[in-house]
Nanobody
Framework: VQLQAYGGGLVQAGGSLRLSCAAS????????VGWFRQAPGKEREFIAA????????YYGDSVKGRFTISRDAAENTVSLQMNSLKPEDTAVYYC?????????????????WGRGTLVTVSS
């Protein structure tokens, strides 16, 4: 499964961005999706995850209340709505997929990864 994250860009602090993740040649039906990010010089950080049904979501402490993960009804994309962005949210954001459908916070639970999309938040 090839994943592609898109929607990154430059935004001012306090602004919003919406990232999306698409799978090449298939839908996300039955698959859990996670978002992670990595800032320069830092380890990869868990951001959000959604299970196969969309009924279970998890968020990292640093983004709770500001970010929302969702799946579209057609299961073609999984989105990450990011509000109240802060300069410390600057990072490359990656989407990932787990074929067992179980949302997880640990990156090694995900078999498939896409190329990241850069989010830059200016102060």
């Amino acid at each position: 499964v090839q994943l592609q994250a898109y929607g990154g860009g430059l935004v001012q602090a306090g602004g919003s961005l919406r990232l999306s993740c698409a799978a090449s040649g298939r839908t996300f039906r039955g698959v859990a999706v996670g978002w992670f990010r990595q800032a320069p010089g830092k380890e990869r950080e868990f951001i959000a995850a959604i299970n196969w049904s969309g009924l279970r979501t998890y968020y990292g402490d640093s983004v709770k209340g500001r970010f929302t993960i969702s799946r579209d009804a057609a299961e073609n994309t999984v989105s990450l709505q990011m509000n109240s962005l802060k300069p410390e949210d600057t990072a490359v954001y990656y989407c990932s997929a787990a074929g067992d459908g179980c949302a997880a916070t640990w990156e090694f639970e995900y078999e498939y990864w896409g190329r990241g999309t850069l989010v830059t938040v200016s102060s």
